[in-house]
T-cell receptor
Framework: NAGVTQTPKFRILKIGQSMTLQCTQDMNHNYMYWYRQDPGMGLKLIYYSVGAGITDKGEVPNGYNVSRSTTEDFPLRLELAAPSQTSVYFC????????????FGPGTRLLVL | GNSVTQMEGPVTLSEEAFLTINCTYTATGYPSLFWYVQYPGEGLQLLLKATKADDKGSNKGFEATYRKETTSFHLEKGSVQVSDSAVYFCALSDGTGGFKTIFGAGTRLFVKA
């Protein structure tokens, strides 16, 4: 099993550009999450999904969009990149909503200049 | 609101030294507490957990005790190894599922041979 995979590992964007961060899990988990971690801060929840076709906002959703057309994939879209979106992005999935059951991807480091 | 504060890193130790990484929390009610570890190039993974006061979580030689009187959940290991070099995250959940997990900023540990 690959677990949770994220691409790309690292990306530099110019202000105003768009990009999609990819997240795929092969564990047939219903729950998927996107977090961001800013320097010196804890992870903050951006969006989550409880199943295909269902998504909801987390703590810091502004500037992002998500979709969940399949159980496996949960892409995160940045439409107009801003320097404030410079961060490390983690995708996670879980079989239940209990936090200790979450599996995390290795992260995507994004730099917006 | 709920919050988690953990000691800033990096922490640098020699092999076989004693490790303590401090974590304190603020929460209403009776949260569950967690330690996650992130090895280089990998995602976060659950290291240990405690769900009520005075519980001790343990795994791979690491321990942490849920202290409600001091609102703390310090991570300890009696003898660290080079392979313990990683980033350690303290986290809490107030029981409303993975959607509301609060993470600390992480503490990077370097262990020298």
């Amino acid at each position: 099993n690959a677990g949770v995979t994220q691409t790309p590992k690292f990306r530099i964007l110019k202000i105003g550009q768009s990009m999609t961060l990819q997240c795929t899990q092969d564990m047939n988990h219903n729950y998927m999450y996107w977090y961001r971690q800013d320097p010196g801060m804890g992870l903050k929840l951006i969006y989550y999904s409880v199943g295909a076709g269902i998504t909801d906002k987390g703590e810091v959703p502004n500037g992002y969009n998500v979709s969940r057309s399949t159980t496996e994939d949960f892409p995160l879209r940045l439409e107009l990149a801003a320097p404030s979106q410079t961060s490390v992005y983690f995708c996670a999935s879980s079989m239940t909503e209990r936090p200790e059951t979450q599996y995390f991807g290795p992260g995507t480091r994004l730099l917006v200049l | 609101g709920n919050s988690v504060t953990q000691m800033e890193g990096p922490v640098t130790l020699s092999e076989e030294a004693f490790l303590t990484i401090n974590c304190t929390y603020t929460a209403t009610g009776y949260p569950s507490l967690f330690w996650y570890v992130q090895y280089p190039g990998e995602g976060l993974q659950l290291l240990l957990k405690a769900t009520k006061a005075d519980d001790k979580g343990s795994n791979k030689g690491f321990e942490a005790t849920y202290r409600k009187e001091t609102t703390s959940f310090h991570l300890e290991k009696g003898s660290v190894q080079v392979s313990d070099s990683a980033v350690y995250f303290c986290a809490l959940s107030d029981g409303t599922g993975g959607f509301k997990t609060i993470f600390g900023a992480g503490t990077r540990l370097f262990v020298k041979a």
